[in-house]
Structure formats: structure tokens, C-alpha cells
């Protein structure tokens, strides 16, 4: 089953603007992931952050993480059409304190950045 | 360095068939895992391997079952295939433990 929630699940927005999606966990985490991924295709990491960073940034990326809520945020600024794809939040399952290999994925939320 | 590569990228198969994915990770990556992605369930995790052994395994019937070579390259074999095993099945390989997984293009698998 799905840890992760995204929303929105869909945004819509003209180039230039800024593009925010939200994700919300259930356990504890010792980092969380984005990806991209472009219709149907494989995914493509876009950025970690540890559980003890409370923001990172990568480029037009700016990525915001509150353990205490659970969440995250990916801000993607002066959007292009190229950005146009679905975006998934991952966390590592843990066992214990073990890593079990695992990847949970949210729900996605599918980005149309129109020209 | 090459990329993680899947093969087959698309297959049709009648159901009731056999089929099986293969997975190259990226050289010097020891940890392969399979997911597969369907509109209504999402990104579900299949299983992991690291140095030949199953590490984890998701909630999927004993029909699906996988397998990884010294060399670290992985199989996915699906036996008795059934209509809802339609998806894009992705395979991720990393070098370590935790964090950055490496994803392969996809095999979509079309059962008819």
C-alpha cells in the first residue's frame, strides 16, 4: 500500500509560473525523495533530503521537509514546458533501524506547465 | 557509465503465459528492485535483491518471483499471467542502502 499522499494530484499552469505539490508520510523517515517521470517512462531522481534538513535546493528546485507534520514540498520556480510530468515523493521503508530496500511511493501528482 | 537498462520495453502476451523481464543495473551497483506502476494501484514495490539475495519482498501472489545474477543483473518472471497483470513494470538499482535509486526506461507488459 501507499505511504505517501500528494496533492494537488493535478496541476495546471502557464510557463513562467511557479509550480508547488505536497506530499505526507506515515512513518519515520531517514530521508525522502523526489522523482520525475515523463508519460510512462522510467523515473528520474530529482532530490534527497536527510530527516534532520529542513530545506534543500537544486537548481529551480526548492524542497521543504517538516517531520514533525510528516510532509514535504517540492517548489519548482519559473516553470517550462519541459517540466510538464507526473512528480512522486519516496520514502524509504525502514525495519527497525534497517533499511529493508524498500521504496514507498505517494500517489503522484501530474504537473501541465502549458506554453 | 551506461544507465540501468531493461529489456524487453514493451511485450504483449495471452494470458495464462509465462513471461519473463530482464535488468542490467549500473556497473558497480549491487542492489536491484522491481516495482510496477499501474493507474489504479500506483508505484507498487515487487522485491529487492542486494548481492543475490532477496532482501524484501511486496504484497504480490507467488506468481511473480525474481531472481539476481553475480553480476548483479536481474530477472522478473511472471507465470500464469492474468489481465490485471498489465503495468509498466520498473526495475531501480543503487549502490548503497539508502537514498537515490537509479531507474530503468520500463517494460510495459500487455496481457490479452
Redesign the interface.
Known amino acids: 500500500s501507499q505511504q505517501g499522499e500528494e496533492d494537488p494530484q493535478a496541476l495546471s499552469i502557464q510557463e513562467g509560473e511557479n509550480a508547488t505539490m505536497n506530499c505526507s508520510y506515515k512513518t519515520s523517515i531517514n530521508n525522502l525523495q523526489w522523482y520525475r517521470q515523463n508519460s510512462g517512462r522510467g523515473l528520474v531522481h530529482l532530490i534527497l533530503i536527510r530527516s534532520n534538513e529542513r530545506e534543500k535546493h537544486s537548481g529551480r528546485l526548492r524542497v521543504t521537509l517538516d517531520t514533525s507534520k510528516k510532509s514535504s514540498s517540492l517548489l519548482i520556480t519559473a516553470s517550462r514546458a519541459a517540466d510538464t510530468a507526473s512528480y512522486f515523493c519516496a520514502t524509504d521503508a525502514i525495519r527497525g533501524s534497517s533499511n529493508t530496500g524498500k521504496l514507498i511511493f505517494g500517489q503522484g501528482t501530474t504537473l501541465q506547465v502549458k506554453p | 557509465k551506461a544507465g540501468?537498462t531493461q529489456t524487453p520495453r514493451y511485450l504483449i502476451k495471452t494470458r495464462g503465459q509465462q513471461v519473463t523481464l530482464s535488468c542490467s543495473p549500473i556497473s558497480g551497483h549491487r542492489?536491484v528492485?522491481w516495482?510496477q506502476q499501474t493507474p489504479g494501484q500506483?508505484?507498487?514495490?515487487l522485491f529487492?535483491y542486494?548481492s543475490e539475495t532477496q532482501?524484501?519482498k511486496?504484497?504480490f501472489p507467488g506468481r511473480f518471483s525474481g531472481r539476481q545474477f553475480s553480476n548483479s543483473r536481474s530477472e522478473m518472471n511472471v507465470s500464469t499471467l492474468e489481465l490485471g497483470d498489465s503495468a509498466?513494470y520498473?526495475c531501480?538499482s543503487s549502490d548503497g542502502?539508502?537514498?537515490?535509486?537509479?531507474?530503468?526506461?520500463?517494460t510495459?507488459l500487455t496481457v490479452v
Request: charge should be positive.
Open positions: 540501468v542492489s528492485s516495482y500506483g508505484l507498487q514495490f529487492e542486494f532482501r524484501n511486496g504484497n509498466l520498473l531501480a542502502d539508502w537514498g537515490v535509486r537509479f531507474f530503468g526506461q520500463g510495459r
